[in-house]
């Protein structure tokens, strides 16, 4: 166990009865904090579920504890090409090695504000560069708000916004190149600015919405612009039609 940045105890989780039920507890407490209607904002994993993460040959589960108390939690994928790996619908084109694959990131209500969730996210990046991974990618419900922002100003960008296959549900796609490459290349000169507007959850529907056409015409969210509360996005340049005649369109001023 290695102490943390932030004044917690680091460890990589094991499969055993503590720590599973560690995880399962944290998990029933977060939702239990949420509204019916938000519950879906997360995945609802099972004890099964746990365990076979904890069990698995290729995810890590990572922990921050204070003293025995687990107060954040998170998962990492590192698929090797012959595994089965999850968001098999995004970055089809890179083969699994090439991958890391972010799972949701869960804070104890009590422990918000103090960066763990970004926290978090560094601990995953980190792992994965020394296994030699080129790719991080990960798939945030749309309307987890706080956890997409967070993904963007760690670095990662938008680029799919679509409706995940296998429920129908709002997602959002986010990716980080861990190596320098890319698989896209962006004109930085015509930049699209996205405001979340001043109460993000009321305006997702919204947002999905205008993030969703932005993304069917090639745009990608890279960065943010917390001034103005806003994500910038930039076309790639393998778009057709003029830059200019999109950004001045009805569809993106409404």
């Known amino acids: 166990m290695t102490k943390d940045i932030s004044g917690l105890d680091l460890r990589r989780l094991e499969m055993c009865t503590a720590d599973l039920h560690s995880l399962v507890d944290l998990q029933d407490k977060i939702i239990a904090g949420f509204k019916p209607d938000e519950q879906h904002f997360i995945l609802h994993r099972t004890l099964d579920d746990f365990s076979n993460a904890l069990k698995s040959d290729h995810m890590y589960v990572f922990g921050l ?6 107060v954040s939690q ?3 994928s590192l698929p090797g090409n012959n595994d ?9 084109q890179r083969p699994n090695e090439d991958l890391a694959v972010y799972k949701a990131v869960l804070v104890d209500p009590q422990y918000r504000g103090r960066g763990l969730m970004k926290r978090m ?9 020394s296994a030699g991974r080129k790719l991080a990618i990960t798939q945030i419900a749309a309307d987890n708000p706080a956890s997409w922002v967070n993904a963007i100003q760690y670095g990662m960008n938008i680029a799919r916004v679509d409706y ?12 980080k190149s861990l190596d320098g490459s890319t698989d896209y290349n962006l004109d930085m000169s ?4 996205l405001s979340l507007g001043t109460d993000v959850h009321k305006n997702v529907p919204i947002l999905f919405n205008k993030m969703m056409k932005l993304s069917n015409d090639g745009f990608v969210g890279t960065g943010w612009d917390k001034d103005n509360n806003s994500i910038v996005w930039y076309p790639r340049v393998e778009i057709r039609q003029p830059i ?7 569809e993106y001023s409404k």
């Open 244 to 250: 200019d005649m999109m950004l001045k369109s009805d």
């Open 121 to 129: 996210l560094k601990i995953r990046e980190e792992v994965a560069i």
């Open 84 to 92: 089965k790996r999850e968001l098999e619908e995004f970055a089809f």
């Open 74 to 76: 998170s998962i990492l």
């Open 190 to 193: 015509r930049p699209y600015v």
């Open 164 to 175: 995940d296959p296998e429920d129908n549900a709002k997602v959002i796609y986010l990716q």
């Open 65 to 70: 504890f204070d003293k025995n108390r687990l």
